[in-house]
């Protein structure tokens, strides 16, 4: 009944193609801002923003990233954690080795870097893709792993292989508690995701729809399927560079190679296929799944008296990841995403059956 668009009329094609195109979604999107802006900071403790926050925002970010290649573009990637490797040890070695240089700049190199290495491991989109694409890609993982454990370079020679980040501040302000994180971080990700949400209707998400859907009927229309994968692959590993960047030096602080292991990679597959490939909303909602069902095993058992172990926790975790990862696919392949499109249909109809 509330959630109706009587007396919105679309007088042009411009306000019938907003992103928002009813009031109520407007007001809810600056309603969810405001709260994420202000209210959190004020009341939140600093274990919701180590535990849960801060780590929700930049695995949404990283999810985004590859939602747009898998999801949008239809090329499968089981390397993702080595473009977020790539994006923070690059920014790590910007910050420490030329100091004085601005967080964000340095975060920008480290998404190029990646960019770079996503272009690389792309090229072979061209001329395999499925299952043989996703072996191509699970080499950049592999690689990753060896050159980050083994060339010291990239770890400032440190003895244990591991990197500890200096105080960070981004524009004359200090990035160091909690609370200065989670603003950094959302701010970040408020501006790549309206971004990624413009890219996505415009030309270029397009062609990667048609390419996703039928690549020889996109070659057919004019669409250049080299031009297509590889800005996907592009775009995807400097959303993704970025998110490691964040993830190293904001989240963790301090890292060894492990931290980004195939593991990772893994995590951000299961999170847009629970949240829904090719949706900009299915990548937060897979990363709010990810992130809050390990607490939850952790802290329900333990709230109704109930005791669990962390190893069955974490055997849990995968069990039900892997059962939810199999409805999905059967049931509603669009994923989470999709159950709430399903939602909102349904108020605007409510309380009429059709």
């Known amino acids: 009944m509330f959630y109706r668009e009587n007396g919105q009329f679309k007088t042009s094609y411009r306000s019938d193609q907003q992103v928002f195109p009813i009031l109520q979604d407007k007001w809810a999107m600056l309603g969810l801002l405001v709260v994420a802006f202000v209210l959190v900071p004020m009341v939140a403790s600093d274990y919701v923003y180590l535990a849960l926050l801060i780590a929700f925002i930049i695995l949404s970010l990283a999810a985004l990233g590859l939602n747009l290649l898998v999801g949008y573009c239809g090329q499968i990637s089981l390397g993702s954690a080595a473009f977020m490797a790539t994006g923070a040890y690059i920014t790590y070695n910007v910050v420490t080795r030329l100091p004085g240089t601005p967080l964000v700049l340095a975060m920008v190199v480290g998404g190029l870097a990646a960019m770079l290495a996503g272009l690389v491991f792309g090229i072979p989109s061209l001329r395999i893709k499925g299952l043989y694409l ?14 980050f454990a083994r060339v010291g370079w990239f770890t400032n020679y440190a003895p244990s292989g591991a990197v500890s980040v200096p105080p960070l501040h981004a524009f004359g302000l200090p990035v160091i508690e909690p609370w200065q994180k989670y603003l950094f971080c959302l701010t970040v990700v408020l501006i790549l995701g309206v971004l990624a949400k413009n890219l996505v209707r415009g030309h270029i998400g397009r062609s990667w729809m048609a390419i996703r859907d039928m690549d020889v009927a996109a070659e057919v229309i ?8 590889l800005t996907a692959f592009a775009v995807s590993s400097f959303y993704i560079g970025i998110a490691g960047a964040m993830w190293g030096l904001i989240h963790l602080g301090s890292w060894e190679p492990l931290a980004f292991d195939i593991t990772r990679s893994l995590n951000l597959l299961f999170m847009i296929i629970i949240g829904g490939m090719g949706s900009i909303m299915g990548s937060f909602f897979g990363a709010a799944f990810i992130v809050i069902l390990p607490i939850l095993l952790n802290q329900v058992p333990q709230a109704l008296g109930i005791p669990i172990s962390v190893a069955t926790a974490t055997h849990l975790e995968f069990m039900i990841f892997g059962a939810l990862i199999v409805l999905f696919l059967v049931l509603e392949p669009h994923g989470l995403a999709r159950l709430w499109s399903i939602g909102k249909e349904k108020m605007r109809l409510w309380p009429f059956p059709h």
């Open 134 to 147: 996703a072996v191509a890609t699970l080499a950049a993982q592999f690689f990753s792993d060896w050159v």
């Open 222 to 229: 004019g669409i250049r399927p080299m031009y297509a994968k």
